[in-house]
């Protein structure tokens, strides 16, 4: 069974965390549908990148994920006022489903509607004060429980590569990574 996966994206994403996420993810074979939370599908990325999403939020929601993955920079506050994004994480993490944040996102989104309670996280330096336990705050990329935080765009392969591990096992992230030339 092909894994699933949802990346939100807004106004004011990032564009290096969004890009990276969506394509490791289709690399490695994961059905991923990328979802604007405004009303229309084209959003301009934080530096000015204009992404098309395959569609608007409010029409992807009918069906489970086995992964939502947030992307950081600005519009993480767009995500974090999303109420049907907000409602698909709590249901997400009710569910034992897996869900992932980088950059501001963790912060922004995740620690302000309580989805970080209980868990350690990191987020961007700027921002990790807002995090409920920052004791792995330092590290790169955090798995806790079902919740996978990362730092930021120079993170962004690490996060994505995570993604992969979790929701298609480590034969199949090991696999991708030796075809990122990576050290």
Known sequence: MTATALVPIANGSEDIETVTIIDILRRAGVDTLVASVHDQPEIT???DTR???DGVLEECLDQDYDLIALPGGPGAKHLRDC????DALKQQRDRGGWYAA???????VLAHHGLLDGLKATAFPDVQEDLPDRSRADERVVTDGHCITSQGP????????MLVEKLCGKV??????SRLVMP
Do not use: H, M, N
């Not at 980088?102 to 922004?108: D, E, H, K, N, S």
């Not at 199949?172 to 990574?177: A, S, V």
């Open 45 to 47: 990325a934080a530096r």
């Open 154 to 161: 120079g993170t962004a392969l690490e996060f994505s590569l």
């Open 51 to 53: 992404i098309t999403a």
């Open 83 to 86: 109420a049907p994004l907000i």
């Open 102 to 108: 980088i950059c501001a996102a963790p912060a922004v």
């Open 172 to 177: 199949k992230r090991d696999e991708i990574e």
